[in-house]
Structure formats: structure tokens, C-alpha cells
């Protein structure tokens, strides 16, 4: 058995109960298969994948918190430090009742490639809870979030671990968490988070980075196969932070985005999602999506999940993992979709993923097309270090030429490799060399 298959399958022994962590395992591992071979005795020697699959450290603890009622709730935190060899642990924080260790294992796991492929120093990390924010009052969000921060704190700093939002946590949740940091530690030491707010360190740009970094990936890839985003029509999926840049660009550059979704439904409206009206109900009000059909003559809001079954030249997943399956693929070659860019973390399984390369759609994993984010956080912990704030000129057009190089050198590993056109396997092959390097630099740890 070669040394990939072994690791596999002692990653499914190990974690057996870990479906989400076993497939972005399998899916990294996967496609490494020519990079492995050429160097598995030294490889072997430094149990370099056995290292990489091994997070440096996982956290988990209680976090309790009083409701509205007086009632004591309870909830489980995580952070998993899973690789700090080129730089502080950095990614997310995720609050939604779905969170389990699986799933933040591989989001971690995932993040370790993304932030090597930004070419910022930055090791991978994720963190986040099982509580679910929706139905809670202000008030409850802000006592949960002292909660978890009291804790959280003993294993984050600016040189340690910094986290940033994800789904369920936005500017405001950040903006508790660092109020409850920053008493703690009676320091200020805006560099222990990121995706602040602009009067207290934040960067500008960082709200609308990953949807609009995904954006600017997407037309390089489009351009690179003699086509131009101008004059597409996208489909979305998910109405949240990722999702509403990610359409606020498109439309900018010239296409036109006829759907979106939430957890109940989904809206349908030929004549282009209108992105204003579009925050308004998910930013300002924070209610569902039949608001937005209520309030636009053009569109239709249906229950459940369709997006994928609309016609449309490129799809962006920007809601959650294992939200675009084979059936969805299937749908989106008979409808002559050309390109799928993941905005989201592992939307797209395996054999969707497979499906779509076999029946020649463009295919970016969401480790390099959602880079964005995470880069731009980079960009914010520079400047919090420079005690300095950038314009947003400045980050916009720093984030352009991240993801661009992004797309340049990905293409080019996988062409390295013999595999022009897997942008998988480049977005892998590329982050992977990096960190393997570094590793074996420091192979102490
Ligand atoms: P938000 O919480 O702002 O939005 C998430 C959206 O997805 C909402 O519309 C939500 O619907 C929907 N959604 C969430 N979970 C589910 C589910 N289980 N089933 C159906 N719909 C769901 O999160 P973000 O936009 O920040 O994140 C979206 C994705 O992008 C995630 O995979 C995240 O990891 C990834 N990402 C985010 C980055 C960032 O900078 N924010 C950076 C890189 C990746 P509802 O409103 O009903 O809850």
C-alpha cells in the first residue's frame, strides 16, 4: 500500500465518527499523489502526512451562559490549533448548532493550505460552538460571547492565535469578544482578532473580502479559458456575508446574479439580485429571504434548496459545506454551467467535485477561491501592528493581487505536475509544498 493510502487509512481508524474531516482529508491527500511519490522516503522519514493530519493542539471547554430568563445555558467551545509552522494559528470562528469536532477539525485542516496559498505568514486554525445565535436577544449574544471569550483567551494573542468571524459571527459578535479580551488582558492588543470594527483597528475592505476576492479569482480563471465574467449569469447560494460580496461584485463587474438562499428557502429573480434591498433584509432587519420576494415584484421565493437547478454560466456555493451534491452537479452541466468557484468551505462533496472536472467545468476548490478572507485579515494584523489603517484602495487592490497570484500559481503547480486545468490539485499541490517545507525546517515540532 503506498504511503497516502496508509495515511487514509489510519485517519478513518483514528477518527472514525469524523465524516466532514475524513473527506477534505481524502480530497487534499488525493491529489497529492504525484508530489508524495517523487519525495516519499524523506516523506516518510519526517511522518510528514502523519504530522499533517495531527493537529498541534485542540481545545474544548464549557461555556456557560445566563439567558434572558435567568436560566444557565451551556455549550461547548473548540479551537483547534492544527498548524503553526509558517505563522500564528489564524481562521475563523463559527457559531451554529451543526458544530461538532469533525467539522472543526476540517476547517482547520483546510485553513492550514488556504493561508499558505495567500503567501502571508499565517499557520491554520478554526474555533467556534454549538450555540445557535438565531432567536437570541442582543443581550444573550453579548453574554455568550463574554463567556466564551473569558476562556478563549488563555490560548489566543497576537503572536499565538488570532481568530476572525465565519458563519453566525460577524462584526458584532467580534466587537464583544475583543471588548471581553481587552479587559482581561488589560492591553490593547487589536492583533488578537480580526474583522474589528473600523473605529477600533479594523481594516476596511475586510466585510466585503471574500466575497469580492472570490470574485476577482473567478475572472482570472474565466480569463485564463478565453472567457470574461462580464455578461455571465451566476447563481449563489447563501445570503450572508460571503454571499452578499460575492454577488455585490459580480453584478459591478457586469454580470448578473439570479439567485441566493437561506436555511429555509431560496429566491429566484431573473431580473438580478437586487443587493441592496438584499442587505437591508439579512444585515439590517436579520430576518428570512420570503422578505426580499415580499418587497421585489421580479423575484420568486421558494421553500427548500434549488439554487443549483436554475440555468446559469457559473455557480458560487457561498452558503455552507456539502451543499452542492452530484445531483446539483448533474443539474448544472445539462444547464451548460461552465464554472463552479467555491465562496464557502467544502460546498461542493467529492463526487459532485468529480463530476464536474469529468464533464470539463472549471472547478476552484474554496481553499484558494475564498482566500480572500483570510488575506485581508493578514492585511488587518499588518496594519495593527504599523498602528496604521490602510484606504480602502490600499487593501482593494493588495486583495486583487493576492488572488491573483493565488490563481497564477496554482495553475502553474498543477501544470508543474501534468494536470493542466485541476485547479484541485494545483490549489493543493501549491499550498502543500509550502507548509511541507516549513515542517520539515522545524522538525522538532
Ligand atoms: P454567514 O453566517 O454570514 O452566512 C451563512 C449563510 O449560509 C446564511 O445565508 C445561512 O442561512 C446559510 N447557511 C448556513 N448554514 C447553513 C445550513 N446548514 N444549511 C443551509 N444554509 C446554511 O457566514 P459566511 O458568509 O461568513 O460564511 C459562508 C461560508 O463561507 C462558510 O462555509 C464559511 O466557512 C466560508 N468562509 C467565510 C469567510 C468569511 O470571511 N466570512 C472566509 C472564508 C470562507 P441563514 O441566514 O438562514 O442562517
Known sequence: MGYIDEVLELVAKQNPDQKEFQQAVKEVLQSLRPVIEENEESYRRE????????PERII?????????????????????????????YKGGLRFHPSVNLSIMKFLSF????????????????????????KGKSDREILRFCQSFM???????????????????????????????????RGAYEGG???GKGLTYGGSLGRTQATGYGLLYLTKELLKANGQDIAGK???VSGAGNVAIYAIEKATTMGAKVVTCSDSTGWIYDPEGIDVELLKDVKEVRRVRLDAYAAARPSAQYKEGRGVWSVKCDV??????????????????????????CEGANMPTTLDATHYLQENGVLFCPGKAANAGGVACSGLEMSQNSQRLNWSVEEVDEKLQTIMVNIFKNLDQAAKDYGMAGNYVAGANIAGFKKLAEAMIAQASF
Open 47 to 54: 511522518a510528514l502526512l502523519e504530522k499533517m493530519v495531527t
Open 60 to 88: 474544548m471547554f464549557r461555556v456557560p451562559w445566563l439567558d434572558d430568563n435567568g436560566n444557565m445555558q451551556i455549550n461547548t467551545g473548540y479551537r483547534v490549533q492544527f498548524n503553526g509552522a509558517i505563522g500564528p
Open 110 to 133: 483546510e485553513q492550514c493550505f488556504k493561508n499558505s496559498l495567500t503567501g502571508l505568514p499565517m499557520g491554520g486554525a478554526k474555533g467556534g460552538s454549538d450555540f445557535d445565535p
Open 150 to 184: 473569558t476562556e478563549l483567551v488563555k490560548y489566543i494573542g497576537p503572536d499565538t492565535d488570532v481568530p476572525a468571524g465565519d458563519i453566525g459571527v460577524g462584526a458584532r459578535e467580534i466587537g464583544y469578544m475583543y471588548g471581553q479580551y481587552r479587559r482581561i
Open 192 to 194: 488578537a482578532l480580526t
Open 233 to 235: 449569469t451566476v447563481a
Open 315 to 340: 455557480a458560487l456555493p457561498c452558503s455552507t459545506q456539502n451543499e452542492l451534491l452530484l445531483d446539483d452537479a448533474k443539474m448544472l452541466v445539462a444547464n451548460g454551467c461552465i464554472a463552479v
